[in-house]
């Protein structure tokens, strides 16, 4: 020890220096190879595409940005500890920073194979507030993988002192780093041609690796005054939907579908006096007591009860031109489907459209509610009973009310209409064959809240009358959404067997679970349970909303993380 101690102070403190430089090129060589290594579960994960311009992107990426990241990492902490003028403890203090540095990669890596995130502050935050680690993560390989790390550091060690004392050709080196400054250089490159030309088979890429923030055209063009820095992005995800091929099994006679949308009802809003009939039907029906709108608009509650799927599926639906798989499935089995709408200042032909994926020539629009349930009831009037039909009824004038006084008259005056639709029914020997599903695609205009989640507003009813039973009166306690509808009438009306996982976030409503809440997530990540609310910010923090006050609580990861599965089922 003496000797070896009496050595290193042969050498002065610039040539200890000089030394714990060159050591420190190579030592990150090396573990530029050891990123490289990791960095395949990144690769091997990302999303899947047959396109060759995205697979070049992907492995240019992969070469570009995890040596990127060793480099950065020797620039900012490595190169700095050169100048302690001991190359003894440099090499030690390397050895411990590369140690961490790979077992932070390793940790990022299993989190982005599971629930296809990465390690941020706000993932850090909630992680080591769950002090428990019940995520449902499972992360026992580390007891391997960071014994074989530390082998790994130890033996570049040796190398790298080593390679000291060669004076081999450098040719290799100046080649080596040409080649990956040329792959960073190309990945960006590639990534605003991507972005600039929306094409979405390489822009999808842009969050495979961790810590990678690839230029887009518009944060290139904004950096040199082109553009507004302001302008809107508008990239498309990729997706696989539905996730297993659509399957029916349909025999015996078609049913006939009716829904009823009375837009502006919340479930408080029932009272005998003003809604009688509605009350009456639910005395003779399948009633869901816990029944929430995941979303404030109009709009976005109707895409969710045709298509099943949360929000961020929208604009890529609508670019794809994607149809909700119970309407291909109605094409298919040979159903007339038709929407018959009341239109208002947020509500037309081109947002059901959107909304719901019909097409123009299957809307009918009508100045109000009144002539709405009309129209209606001569399109059930005129049905033979040769075809099964899809009969939507969209009701808003509740919106165009004033006051509450005003709120309740018009409420009553549907209350009393709808009436007559259930017995044209009735008339035409329809009602025993066809479903009825009766519910609101916005709450009261006239229940106010601060809250992120208007509890009381988006509590909506939900009544169903199913084909061949009548004077069910039963009451359904447990958790439901606008997400259940799709999933309830292709399994139980259009006869699809495919499980509804493969295609909607919601459940068959004849097999609820208990489920503990559903999620939502507009304007964020918000898990709605049958007493309470938790929402979740970009920040990483957490409320808890329940009886109009917020109460900022303790994130739980695993909840957060079930609800991040749940919202991604879609996503390549």
């Known amino acids: 020890m003496s000797d070896s101690v009496n050595y290193l102070k042969n050498f002065s403190y610039k040539e200890q220096v000089s030394r714990s430089s060159l050591w420190g090129h190579h030592f990150l060589f090396l573990n530029v190879l050891l ?12 999303p899947s595409t047959d396109s060759f311009a995205a697979f070049f992107y992907l492995i240019v990426t992969w070469m570009g940005h995890m040596g990127f990241l060793a480099f950065v990492t020797y620039l900012i902490i490595l190169f700095p500890l050169t100048f302690i003028g001991n190359f003894r403890y440099y090499r030690v203090f390397s050895v411990i920073i590369a140690i961490l540095f790979h077992s932070i990669l390793l940790f990022d890596a299993k989190l982005y194979l599971n629930v296809k995130i990465h390690l941020s502050l706000t993932a850090l ?39 000291l004392y060669r004076n081999g050709s450098k040719k290799w080196v100046k080649i080596t780093s040409l080649v990956f400054i040329a792959a960073f250089v190309s ?19 842009r969050s495979a690796f961790p810590a990678h923030y690839p230029m887009t055209a518009k944060s290139f063009l904004s950096s040199h005054g082109w553009i507004e820095g302001s302008a809107k992005s508008n990239n498309i995800s990729a997706i696989d939907y539905p996730l297993q091929p659509i399957v029916s099994n349909a025999s015996g006679k078609p049913q006939n579908i009716v829904t009823i949308f009375i837009n502006g009802l919340s479930y408080d809003s029932q009272d005998p006096k003003i809604t009688p009939y509605l009350l009456s039907l639910k005395q003779q029906s399948e009633s869901y007591e816990q029944h929430y709108l995941p979303y404030k608009l109009l709009k976005d509650n109707l895409f969710a009860s045709s298509y099943g799927v949360p929000l961020l599926y929208k604009d890529t639906f609508l670019n794809r031109n994607i149809q909700p798989v119970i309407f291909r499935e109605m094409a298919a089995q040979e159903y007339i489907s ?15 459209e959107k909304a719901t994926g019909a097409r123009a020539n299957q809307i009918i629009t009508a100045v109000d509610d009144n002539e709405t349930l009309n129209k209606a009831a001569q399109q059930i009037a005129d049905w033979d009973h040769d075809r099964p039909y899809s009969t939507t009824v969209v ?32 008339i035409n020997d329809h009602y025993d064959d066809t479903m009825i599903i009766v519910t609101s695609a916005a709450g009261s205009p006239f229940i106010k809240s601060d809250l992120t989640f208007n509890r ?7 009544i169903i009358k199913w084909p061949g039973s009548d004077n069910m009166s039963v009451a359904v306690n447990k958790l439901s959404s606008p997400f259940d509808l799709p999933a309830t009438v292709a399994t139980e009306i259009l006869q699809v067997t495919t499980a509804p996982a493969d295609y909607s976030l919601g459940e068959n409503l004849k097999e609820l679970s208990d489920r503990r809440f559903i999620v939502s997530d507009e304007p964020e990540i918000i898990l709605i349970g049958s007493k309470d609310t938790t929402v979740y910010s970009d920040e990483g923090s957490a409320l808890i909303e329940d009886n109009g006050k917020a109460l900022r609580i303790r994130p739980n990861l695993e909840n957060l993380i079930r609800a ?6 879609f996503k390549e």
């Open 35 to 46: 990123s490289l290594l990791i960095g395949l579960t990144y690769v091997y994960a990302a």
């Open 125 to 163: 935050n909630l992680i080591f507030r769950e002090l428990d680690f019940n995520t449902g993560l499972n992360y026992n390989f580390l007891f391997i993988a960071i014994p074989i790390v530390i082998a790994f550091e130890l033996l570049f060690a040796k190398l790298a002192t080593k390679n």
């Open 187 to 205: 990945s960006h490159c590639i990534h605003i041609w991507a972005d600039a030309t929306r094409y979405d088979k390489i822009t999808i890429l």
């Open 338 to 352: 038709r929407f018959v709408i009341s239109q208002s200042s947020d509500l037309d032909p081109s947002v059901i």
């Open 395 to 426: 009701l808003s004038d509740l919106f165009k009310t004033k006051n509450k006084n005003d709120y309740d008259w018009q409420l009553k005056i549907l209350d009393s209409r709808i009436v007559d639709l259930f017995n044209v029914l009735k």
């Open 456 to 462: 009381d507003c988006q509590h909506v009813p939900l």
């Open 564 to 569: 991040m599965r749940t919202l991604n089922r």
